[in-house]
């Protein structure tokens, strides 16, 4: 019988996360069972059914500890909220780790009382996990993407030619990812004749999670002097095809706000050249003047000029482009991250005891 793994989650909508744990759970299901709990969303992307037991429950303790112990977990894979690692616990469940992604305004520092171990997803996030706990427990993994996948994609550019220039953002639409900077930035470039053919494209929706700020109506009203040169595609459910159809992808996040985005590793694996601030740990994937440009957050000014230098030079687009893409195939190729997943649940459910009547 397979070893039986819990991701819980606020939500398995469209996110980083979320995707990423779709992408594992499809590549380690022919050894472990995985359920997906959300908690705070019952929006699901009905995809996740295909790789997963998929269930949305009450954030409270008792209930995700019933199902825990109901479904009779084996190991259980928690993000941020301490409660989840409570829940584990009370249903008694063998193996019990934290997968942590940025600092996420402090909540990824949390206790780490019980928990078997933590993955970091940036070496940055390890050091800061090492003045909480023995380095034994840490691993540090990347996220990973499917480049035979991105190869065999098609690339989406909404009927724009190859002479005009796409400078693209995929991100769900928060207040922190501070698209408006993007937004003023494209504006300031076609105030000027010879950035005409420069448009934009913002792949996203707003967030599901309740309390979320809805930001959809206001960047398009903020967009709107771009007129026919915006395109606000919504919420889409595989990026990748418009991720393709960049020139240019950005990333104007806020401190506090990323640990590597996943939306980077995907354009950089399609071998297209990123602007980024450089906030949390994106100078960790992105090296600047080499895979792309990074720009201080918040500076409208810094972007404007990163995004007109690879406007104006088709040859710095394509070196850029290349060294990103070797970049991802060197660090962030799904099947090998996928195997250091797997070897990690293999060594705790082995060192833990995987089967559930080993709880009592």
């Given amino acids: 019988m397979k070893a039986r793994i819990a991701y819980l989650l606020q939500m398995f909508g469209v996110g980083g996360m979320p995707k990423w744990l779709y992408r594992l759970a499809g590549e380690l299901g022919d050894e472990f069972d995985f359920h997906f709990i959300a908690t705070h969303s019952d929006y699901v992307l009905p995809e996740y059914s295909k790789v997963a037991t998929v269930s ?16 009779r977990i084996d190991l259980a894979q928690i993000a941020n909220l301490r409660l989840y690692a409570d829940a584990a616990r009370l249903a008694r469940v063998p193996s019990v780790i934290e997968r942590v992604d940025g600092l996420r305004g402090g909540a990824a520092l949390g206790s780490k009382d019980g928990l078997d171990a933590v993955v970091a997803s940036t070496r940055g996030m390890a050091s800061y996990l090492e003045r909480m706990l023995p380095a034994s427990k840490i691993y540090t993994i990347y996220n990973g993407v499917d480049l035979a996948a991105f190869d065999a994609a098609p690339a989406e550019r909404f009927g724009l030619g190859p002479d005009k220039i796409i400078v693209g953002r995929t991100s769900r639409l928060g207040g922190g990812k501070n698209i408006s900077l993007l937004i003023a930035a494209v504006k300031q470039l076609r105030q000027q004749a010879k950035y005409a053919h420069v448009h934009l494209v913002v792949c996203g929706g707003d967030t599901t999670q309740p309390g979320a700020v ?51 590793i995907e354009a950089m694996a399609a071998g297209k050249p990123v602007v980024a601030s450089a906030v949390d740990d994106i100078p960790e994937l992105v090296q600047d003047g080499v895979t792309g440009l990074l720009f201080e957050s918040g500076n409208a000014e810094q972007l404007t000029a990163a995004l007109a230098r690879l406007v104006d030079d088709a040859s710095l687009r394509a070196r850029m482009g290349a060294a990103g893409r070797e970049r991802i195939e060197q660090e962030f190729d799904l099947k090998q991250q996928a195997e250091q997943y797997r070897q990690l649940y293999r060594r705790l459910l082995q060192d833990n005891g995987r089967h559930w009547l080993n709880r009592f």
């Fill in 214 to 264: 809805p930001m959809l109506a206001r960047l398009r009203a903020e967009a709107e002097p771009l007129g026919d040169a915006v395109i606000f595609t919504g919420e889409v459910a595989d990026p990748m095809p418009i991720t393709k159809g960049f020139d240019i992808a950005t990333c104007t996040s806020l401190p506090n706000n990323e640990g590597i985005p996943n939306s980077l």
């Fill in 56 to 71: 949305v429950l009450p954030f409270r303790k008792l209930p995700l500890a019933w199902y825990l112990l109901r479904q």
